[in-house]
DNA sequence: CTGTTAGCGCATTCAG
DNA sequence: CTGAATGCGCTAACAG
C-alpha cells in the first residue's frame, strides 16, 4: 500500500502539461492560462499530490519556514503558556516550530540545537537551560540564523533577547505589601543562584530598604520553583523567630504551595497572611479572586518574541538588541485593603488585545519598556 | 557575513578525497580508513560543515526522523505533560517534532496536518479537536505514514489510539465516594457532548445504580473543564434543592476550582466535602496531601503513544489498534476514612519507572490494559 | 578501501 | 504562455 511519491511530473503528465507549469499553479502564479490551471488542479487533487518542502527548501535561494523553539520546562505551565504565544504567531506567519524540552539539561539542549540545525531551522528561540553560554548560540548566528533568548538572560551572547522587568516587578509587589501594613515580608523560593531569582531578590531587597526596613537574611527562603517548594518554604518561614506576616513569592507554582501550606496550619492566604506571586498563568486560569500577582504574561511575551524573531527572518537581519517587557502587578480583592486602577489596557505591539476581567481587580504595569542596542 | 553553505564538496575538497568517501564516513561506516577518517573528520571542524538533513531526505529510501505532535489544548497541563512524555521518547530515539497546538479549532487542525504533510512528517501523533473525524486523517494513512490518536476517541478512523480507561477510573472514584457513605454524588464539569465527559459519566452511574442510588440528573452539573469552570459548577450544584455532599470532577482543573468555591462558602474539600479529581497531575506537581485523584499519568501515557508510533514507523507497517490504558485512583488523607494500598508499581512497558510517593498516598489501579485489533 | 555517476523533487533561467 | 535544461546536497550503485 505505501505509494510511491507522487511528484510534479506525475500530475504534468496527467493534466497533459509540463512540470514548469505545474510549478507555477503552485506558486499561484498569475502567468499561467485559467484553463490550464483548473487542470493542473484537477489532477492534483486527483492524484493526492503534495508539495515537498524538503525538495523545495533545497534551491539556495529558499529559507525554510520552520523555526526551532527550545524551552526549559513544558512541565511548567509558564512555559507552556508560552510556547502556546510563540505558536500562535508562528502558525499565522505560516511556520511550523519543532519544538523542545531540555528540561534543564545542557546536553539535551545543545543536541537539539545541533539537530534543528541540521534541519534547517531558519530561527530560533530558546529559553536556556541553567548553564547555558553565549557559545552555545556562536554556531547558530555564526551562519546567520537569527536567535531570540527569552526569560532568561544568556550573558555576552549576540544574540536578540526578551527578558521581564523582574526588578521593577519585584520591587513594586513588595511595595505593595508595605503599604497594606506588612514589616516582616518574606521572600520564598527559587534558587539563589539564577539570574531571575537575583533580580528579583534585587527589586524585594530595594523596597524593603526604600521604607526603612531592614532586609533580614532569614526571611530569604530557597526551595525548588514547585508548589512543592513553596509547601516546603513556608513551613520554613513559619519557624523564624520573628515571623513574618507575608510573602513574595519566586513563582505562581510556588505561591499556590504556600497556599496550601498556610491553610493546613488555619491560615487563610490574604487575609490572614499577605502573598503575592510572580509568573501568573493564574489570571487566565480562573476568574477566583486570588492572590495579589506580578504578571508577566506569558502568552503575550512568546507572541512578542516570536514576533521579534519573525522581523529578523523576513529582513535577513540578525540583530543583538536586549528589550526588558514590562510586568503587570495584578491586585486582587482577597489580598484586603487597596485596589489600584488598571492603567488602560496595554497590549503588546501588534498582538491580539489582552483583556482584563473588570470588577474587583485592577492593575497596574511597572517597569517600562526598554531597548538597548549592542553592536557587534 | 552570511557565508554560503558549506558542503560535503567542499571539505571532500579540503580533505583530498571523494565526496562518497565523506558520505561514508558521515554514516560512520567501518568501510573507510582510519586515517581517512580523520582526515574528513578534521575538515569537518574545520569548515564547520552541517549536515543537511533536508538533502538526504529527497533520497527516496529516506525516512525523514519527524514526526509531528498536534495538542488541542497546551494551556491545559494535562496535555502539556502529555507532550513532554512524548518529548522524551522522541528525542532519545534521534527524532524531531514539529508541536502544534490547535486550541481546538479543527480548521487550525487541518491546516497543521496538511503543513507537516508537506514538510515530510513520518508519523504523527494527535489528541484530536473535538469534532474531528475519521476522514481528517485519511490522507496521511493512504501515504503509509502511521498515525496514533490519543485521549479522544475518532469513530471509524483506521489509525491506532490510545486511551485511558475513563469508565472504570470514574467508577471506582464514585464507589470510593460511596464507601465513604456518601450518597448524594455530584458529577461537575465537562461537556455532555464529548465521548470522554460521556465514558466517564456511564461509570459515575454505573456506581451508583450499583449501589442502589439513584441517579438525580440534576446533581450532572456541566460546565468549561477549567479551573474558573469548576468554581461555577461547584456554586450552581449548590443551590440543588438536596445538597451533594461529595463530587466527582471531570478534570482537575475542574477539582481545583470545586476547592476555590468550597472554600469560598467556608467548606474545606476532603474534610467537609468529598472531591474526587480526573486526570490527575496534581501529583507530579506538588506533594501536598490533597483531593483524591484518579491519575490517568499524562506524562507515561505521552511516551507510550510515542513508544506505539516508533514501533510503526521502524517497522514500517501501519496498524489499528486501539488500546486503553488502565488508570490510577490515587487516595489521598484528606478524603478522610479510608487509604488502600499500592499495588506495586505498574510501569508503562520500557517507560522508566514511576515513583509513587510512599506515606499518606495510596493508589489502585483500576480497568486493564486491552488490546483490540481491527483489520482493514 | 576509494572515486564516478546518476538521480531524489523542485524552482529557475532561457528559448520557443 | 509553455517546454527543456540545470543545479541544490546527498546517497546508492557500481567500478576501479
New binding site residues.
Given amino acids: 500500500m505505501t505509494k ?9 503528465h496527467a493534466a ?9 499553479v ?2 499561484a ?9 483548473a487542470k493542473v488542479n484537477a489532477a492534483i487533487r486527483e492524484l493526492g ?8 527548501n ?5 529559507s525554510s519556514k520552520i523555526v526551532g523553539i527550545v524551552v526549559n520546562d513544558l512541565t511548567n505551565s509558564f512555559f507552556a503558556e508560552l510556547a502556546v504565544g510563540m505558536d500562535m504567531v508562528m502558525q499565522s506567519a505560516g511556520f511550523v516550530q519543532f519544538l523542545a524540552n531540555t528540561g534543564e539539561s545542557i546536553d539535551r539542549q545543545r543536541e537539539v540545537i545541533a539537530s534543528m540545525r541540521e534541519h534547517g531551522i531558519s530561527g530560533l528561540i530558546i529559553s536556556p537551560a541553567r548553564g547555558t553560554e553565549a557559545a552555545d548560540f556562536k554556531p547558530l548566528t555564526a551562519s546567520g540564523v537569527p536567535v531570540v533568548v527569552v526569560v532568561r538572560n544568556v550573558a555576552g551572547a549576540k544574540v536578540s533577547s526578551l527578558l521581564s522587568d523582574n526588578r521593577a516587578g519585584a520591587r513594586a509587589a513588595t511595595e505593595h505589601l508595605i503599604s497594606l501594613g506588612h514589616r516582616r515580608i518574606a521572600f520564598l523560593g527559587g534558587f539563589a543562584d539564577t539570574a531571575v531569582s537575583g533580580e528579583r531578590m534585587q527589586g524585594y531587597r530595594e523596597a524593603l530598604s526604600a521604607a526603612g526596613l531592614d532586609a533580614d537574611a532569614s526571611l530569604v527562603v530557597n526551595s525548588a520553583p514547585s508548589r512543592a517548594g513553596g509547601v516546603a518554604a513556608i513551613e520554613r518561614a513559619m519557624l523564624i523567630s520573628e515571623r513574618p506576616t507575608a510573602a513574595l513569592c519566586f513563582n505562581d507554582a510556588v505561591a499556590f504551595g504556600v497556599c496550601d501550606g498556610l491553610r493546613a496550619r488555619g491560615l487563610e492566604p490574604g487575609r490572614d497572611f499577605g502573598v503575592v506571586g510572580f509568573d501568573d498563568v493564574i489570571e487566565a486560569q480562573t476568574a477566583v479572586p486570588a492572590l495579589t500577582t506580578v504578571s508577566v504574561d506569558p502568552q503575550g511575551m512568546g507572541r512578542r518574541a516570536a514576533q521579534m524573531l519573525l522581523k529578523q527572518i523576513n529582513s535577513g537581519r540578525v540583530e543583538a538588541e536586549a528589550t526588558i517587557a514590562s510586568v503587570r502587578l495584578v491586585v486582587r480583592q482577597s489580598c484586603g485593603a487597596k485596589t489600584k486602577t488598571w492603567d488602560g489596557g496595554k497590549t503588546w505591539d501588534g498582538g491580539t488585545s489582552h483583556d482584563t476581567a473588570p470588577g474587583d481587580t485592577g492593575s497596574d504595569t511597572v517597569g517600562t519598556d526598554r531597548r538597548q542596542h549592542d553592536r557587534a
Avoid at 58 to 62: C, D, H, M, V, Y
Fill in positions: 510511491s511519491r507522487v511528484t510534479v511530473v506525475d500530475i504534468a497533459g502539461v509540463s512540470k514548469s507549469t505545474v510549478s507555477l503552485l506558486q502564479s498569475p502567468l499561467v492560462n485559467e484553463q490550464t490551471r499530490y503534495v508539495y515537498n518542502r524538503g525538495a523545495a533545497l534551491r539556495q535561494t529558499a
